[in-house]
């Protein structure tokens, strides 16, 4: 099973979340009862939705996680995941999302835009490998 099957399993066993059609047609999508949570693209990318006011507020943290990768003015980041610690780092956003879209409306975070996976302004993933 992939990180990104692995993760998608446990996390559609959480109640606040359901499985759903993603809005961009891309993979699989998770959603809490406030709107579209994540989007599983690949075996090993993941659009998760944060909030403009999340971002801000961790945004230190989240650039330095080697595994996301920020897009300018996008509410969403997106998750690269190589290793098993990078599920658990998913599973803490994921947490953060669903608190994050429970404080809705919150000035600033407008309406859902698109997930990142038809952007092409993501922020170079940086691996420690150095490719």
């Not at 996680?65 to 998913?90: M, N, Y």
Request: proline share 5%; charged share 15%; aromatic share 6%.
């Amino acid at each position: 099973m992939t990180l990104a099957a692995s993760a998608f399993t446990q996390l559609a066993t959480w109640p606040d979340l359901a499985e759903v059609d993603p809005s961009c047609g891309i993979g699989r999508a998770l959603a809490s009862a406030h709107g579209e949570i994540a989007h599983f693209h690949s075996d090993m990318d993941v659009d998760l939705y944060l909030t403009a006011r999340a971002i801000r507020r961790f945004e230190e943290h989240l650039t330095g996680a080697s595994a996301v990768r920020i897009v300018p003015g996008s509410h969403w980041v997106a998750l690269h995941l190589d290793v098993s610690g990078d599920i658990d780092l998913l599973m803490t956003l994921v947490s953060l999302a669903l608190q994050a879209q429970q404080a809705w409306p919150v000035p600033g975070d407008g309406p859902r835009a698109r997930c990142n996976d038809q952007h092409s302004g993501t922020l170079p993933h940086k691996h420690l490998s150095g490719s």
